[in-house]
Nanobody, 119 residues
Framework: QVQLVESGGGLVQAGGSLRLSCAAS????????MGWYRQAPGKQRELVAT???????NYVDSVKGRFTISRDNAINTVYLQMNSLKPEDTAVYYC?????????????WGQGTQVTVSS
């Protein structure tokens, strides 16, 4: 059974920092691409950052220079360090694991963790 469990969300003032964690189980973590998505009230879920199995990273423009995604394959965990937070970063943040074998996609989601940034 695959589980992705996020933690680290909370309430922070603008300019502050939070570190999200996502602990994965039930998958061979090191071969999966991992990502963080977010969904604000009334908006569609959007990609925030990804990190491939090889460690390459990608970010949505709005968080570049402020957020950092990283992974620790030894403990099956992916992180999102969020600095200089803005009220517009307020959303539920979701962890995602994804792998395409060429035959099928393996796509899993966590339950989400709320991040609220006050102005």
């Amino acid at each position: 059974q695959v589980q992705l469990v996020e933690s680290g969300g909370g309430l922070v003032q603008a300019g502050g920092s939070l570190r999200l964690s996502c602990a994965a189980s039930g998958i061979i973590f090191r071969i999966y691409n991992m990502g963080w998505y977010r969904q604000a009230p009334g908006k569609q879920r959007e990609l925030v950052a990804t990190i491939t199995s090889g460690g390459s990273t990608n970010y949505v423009d709005s968080v570049k220079g402020r957020f950092t995604i990283s992974r620790d394959n030894a403990i099956n965990t992916v992180y999102l360090q969020m600095n200089s937070l803005k009220p517009e970063d307020t959303a539920v943040y979701y962890c995602n694991s994804f792998m395409n074998t060429g035959i099928r996609n393996y796509d899993y989601w966590g339950q989400g963790t709320q991040v609220t940034v006050s102005s």
